[in-house]
């Protein structure tokens, strides 16, 4: 493009003051306008930052300093200085290279620290975390385990919730490169992510006699009989692959069955119990142990999340 042309084009924009639609000079504030600027001082005034390459992109980006400090133990020790000198080179340069961990996946971190609220689930909004592979959300919890995030515990949680919803929409999504990654990596010493994984298993394994005796089931949401099948198939390879995953879930298997019982004699005990007036409901259902990593409930096509074996 000519000089004369990209002139011509930047002439257009006009600024707003000294136009006849300017209704102030800037030195006066409304009080909402003075709270962003606060907001605004308060966070980016001066502050100092920190360039950051991610993994393979080779994209530098620009983090405030203070933001990184307060929410990873990583920088706080990185950037660390004493008596007023850098103690590693990341804090003499304020520059930082994390190769093994990717654009998305600090990104996705970073997000939920600027605003955690907008990443919380509901009944209208809980489909999107379909759009994610299970191996995306488990580099968080990696990243956020080396990076020392101060807020791992409620993150894993949140991450938790979105495996959950992603192995109860269709549990042929779990391979055993991820039960093997959350098995033996230190960043999932909590176990609750292991807790997700095996109890994705729970039900396959107390209703996999269903195609043996023509009966289609909900649990996937299909009509289609054929993915039910796969779907048993699949859960079951994963156990003769994995033996401590198979372990797990003989616990799990049994925790379901007690909760399952218990609950239909809390039913039977209380007034009017359901089974007394409607015989055809059978005596003991189960829930899906997936659901307990929920915060609400979600809905899915023809799924019953209460189950009968």
């Known amino acids: 493009?000519?000089?004369?042309?990209?002139?011509?084009?930047?002439?257009?924009?006009?600024?707003?003051?000294?136009?006849?639609?300017?209704?102030?000079?800037?030195?006066?504030?409304?009080?909402?306008?003075?709270?962003?600027?606060?907001?605004?001082?308060?966070?980016?005034?001066?502050?100092?930052?920190?360039?950051?390459?991610?993994?393979?992109?080779?994209t530098t980006y620009v983090f405030g300093r203070d933001t990184l400090i307060s929410n990873f133990g990583y920088f706080s020790r990185a950037l660390e200085t004493r008596e007023g000198g850098a103690m590693f080179i990341e804090g003499q340069t304020q520059?930082?290279?994390?190769?093994?961990?990717?654009?998305?996946?600090?990104?996705?971190?970073?997000?939920?620290?600027?605003?955690?609220?907008?990443?919380?689930?509901?009944?209208?909004?809980?489909?999107?975390?379909?759009?994610?592979?299970?191996?995306?959300?488990?580099?968080?919890?990696?990243?956020?385990?080396?990076?020392?995030f101060r807020n791992f515990e409620e993150f894993e949680k949140h991450i938790a919730e979105r495996l959950a919803l992603i192995l109860l929409s269709d549990r042929r999504r779990l391979s055993s490169d991820h039960i093997k990654l959350v098995h033996d990596h230190t960043a999932f010493k909590s176990k609750l992510i292991w807790r997700v994984l095996v109890s994705s298993g729970v039900r396959m394994f107390l209703q996999e006699h269903l195609p043996e005796k023509g009966t289609d089931s909900p649990t996937i949401g299909t009509d289609d009989p054929g993915q039910w099948i796969a779907t048993v198939a699949h859960c079951q390879d994963l156990r003769t692959a994995n033996p401590g995953y198979a372990i797990s879930l003989a616990t799990h298997v049994s925790e379901t069955l007690k909760a399952g019982r218990d609950e239909d004699e809390k039913l039977q005990r209380a007034p009017f119990g359901y089974s007394q007036f409607n015989p055809t409901v059978p005596a003991i259902s189960y829930t899906d142990p997936l659901l307990s990593f929920i915060s609400f409930q979600p809905t899915f096509h023809r799924l019953v999340h209460r189950f009968t074996v």
């Not at 707003?16 to 306008?33: C, F, M, N, R, V």
Request: overall charge neutral; proline content about 4%; hydrophobic content about 35%.
């Open 95 to 148: 520059h930082v290279d994390l190769y093994d961990i990717s654009t998305p996946v600090f990104g996705r971190l970073w997000k939920w620290i600027l605003d955690p609220d907008r990443h919380l689930l509901g009944t209208n909004n809980w489909r999107v975390v379909e759009d994610f592979q299970l191996q995306f959300y488990l580099q968080t919890i990696v990243a956020a385990d080396y990076l020392q």
């Open 1 to 58: 493009m000519s000089t004369h042309r990209q002139e011509g084009r930047m002439s257009k924009r006009q600024r707003l003051s000294g136009t006849p639609h300017s209704q102030s000079d800037g030195k006066e504030l409304d009080p909402a306008s003075e709270k962003v600027v606060k907001w605004m001082r308060d966070r980016f005034a001066g502050a100092p930052a920190v360039s950051i390459k991610l993994g393979a992109d080779n």
